[in-house]
């Protein structure tokens, strides 16, 4: 790809690590999230999800069944290894989060001392890279940039995740917070929220809102639990519907009214929240319990609708894999400035070949941007990385 032919840097915003002395942590535990190693695999294997379960009890017990997750590369946990992805993507400036399932499984009296180790390691790394020329094997030497989103101790007192926003205030190259759909323990709907969702507004730092829980793995059935279809249906419809539920639960709890200057960045371009926004839409306006068509209800009287929240409290990223998935996400945005490239690197990698060259999953993004858009078009560099300096501020202070 070329997109900095006309001068704007091609920003990733979604683009995860998980930082060695976290694997440490997962290596350490028998429940998922875990790290195992198996004779026949080179690598650790890196199991997250509930849907990856039935597999991981299979490979226990037959040495022959295939192997459960995906395999721990470097990509993960390396630095270099973000640099040089970088590097082969045309990728200036990322913005690195922790990847899922991020703290939700630590203790509470863990979470806080945790939460503030990894997210002070986040900040070495980018204030380490932006002070740095990195020189890669047999390449010129380049100047890429690292800002980051924050992780949050969800399962610590109120006080303790309070803290944690002062602390990261504190942290130079810290933008935002990495969410995921579970809060405090009931969802984003949860009123205990509301004082968490008002300090993160104050603070400007915006929120990623992140899957991981997926849906019920019943949902797909028996083949997909006896492994049939690998991981497809959890990631390609268990992930985006999370994401969709979050965000109307928050929506029809009232949540923006209450903070309306909080801002979200969906994963994924807002899972299936283009095309379903107007059927949201529409059944809150035939509810008559949500006071739809401004009914008597304090939510009816305020109500803002599903579009107006879309387009004044919420940006999407552009990891959607397709020209059609694009051009939704802008209408329902409300224009191409809402959007944001994202990678979703180290995730989907090349599935034969070089881990080290171009990866598909980065080209199939792009490409949607740049045929959605019109490749060098101002909209399509405003996706791919203007958009993101200007949301999240991405100069050095
Ligand atoms: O492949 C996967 O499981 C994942 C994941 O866990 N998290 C993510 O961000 N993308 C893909
Ligand atoms: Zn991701």
Known sequence: MAPTEQGTPVVDIHT?????????????????????????????RLILLEAELPALERALQDPSAPLPGRPLTNHFTSLAHKLAFMFHHNISISVLSLANPWLDFL???????????????????????????????QQPPTSRKLF??????????????????THLTTL?????????????????????????FSALASAHLPIFLHPHYGLPP????????????????????????????????????GVFNAVPELRLILAHAGGTLPFLAGRIESCVLHDLKLGGGGGDTEMGRRRRTVWEVLREQVYLDAVVYSEVGVRAAVEAAGGADRLMFGTDHPFFPPVEGDMEGEWESV???VTAIETALGKGNQEAQMVLGGNAVRVLRLVEE
């Open 218 to 253: 019943s949902v797909f059935g028996p083949h997909s639990e006896q492994g049939a279809y690998g991981h497809v249906l959890p990631l390609a419809l268990g992930f985006p519907m999370e994401t969709t539920i979050a965000i109307a639960r928050m929506y029809l709890a």
């Open 107 to 137: 203790s509470p009296t863990e979470a806080g001392p945790i939460a503030s180790q990894i997210n002070t390691l986040f900040e070495a790394m980018c204030a380490t890279t932006n002070n740095t020329t990195t020189h890669l094997a």
């Open 148 to 165: 980051f989103f924050g992780t949050l101790p969800l399962t610590a007192p109120p006080s303790t995740i309070l803290s944690a926003i």
């Open 172 to 196: 130079p190259h810290c933008r935002g917070i990495i969410l995921g759909t579970s809060g405090l323990g009931s969802g984003l709907d949860d009123a205990s929220l509301l004082p968490i």
């Open 363 to 365: 080209r199939l993004n």
């Open 16 to 44: 995860h690590m998980y930082p060695p002395e976290y694997i440490s942590i997962l290596s350490l535990r028998d429940t998922i999230p875990l790290v195992r190693t198996f004779p026949s695999s080179p690598e650790p």
